[in-house]
């Protein structure tokens, strides 16, 4: 099985910050990776597919990175929108996610 | 709209059964692959099963394998997940989501299932 590992698991923001979220795949998975936000109590919404393709609607302050192994997310500019958490999801053997990273007010 | 509705969640004994829809709407359902994922309270995602749009293929998560069953009626415009011999490591929010296994672009908002004696 494929094994997704998320860092940091919790950080800490401030409006304007710009963030980055690593993903690290347990073998290569290609540019098989998404990127998904979830907020409390609600389902989660596709940000980033192929690695690097932003998905339609989804604002361009949002940006996905990286091949093989290691992927990036980046938020070039927090808004208040985008308090959540965060998911990586591997598609390249069946699916496996990420643990989550929260995205907490500072 | 897409519009994916889930039920069929409640209280079920552990070794029980329960079975899932998800009625979708506002697109052509039988073109997509159609997906359950879950997730326990306080945890994270996990994916549970995927069909193909012709049924032609599912596949399951291993923590799943052999107790659950997916199927799809196209002529419904409906997903299902057959659940059986439940255990209480099954309790979860239950999504459909769909799209291939991978980019996953429209959720339902879950439906809750809890195994508890």
Redesign the interface.
Known sequence: DIQMTQSPSTLSASVGDRVTITCRASQSISSWLAWYQQKPGKAPKLLIYKASSLESGVPSRFSGSGSGTEFTLTISSLQPDDFATYYCQQYNTYSTFGQGTKVAMK | EVQLVESGGGLVKPGGSLRLSCAASGFTFSSYSMNW?RQAPGK????VS?ITSSSRYT?Y??SVKGRFTISRDNAKNSLYLQMNSLRAEDTAVY?C?RG??????Y????TLVTVSS
Do not use: K, N, R
């Open positions: 994922v994270g995602l996990e994916w995927s596949y998560a291993d999504y989501a291939p296994i991978g980019e996953l672009d959720w339902g908002q879950g």
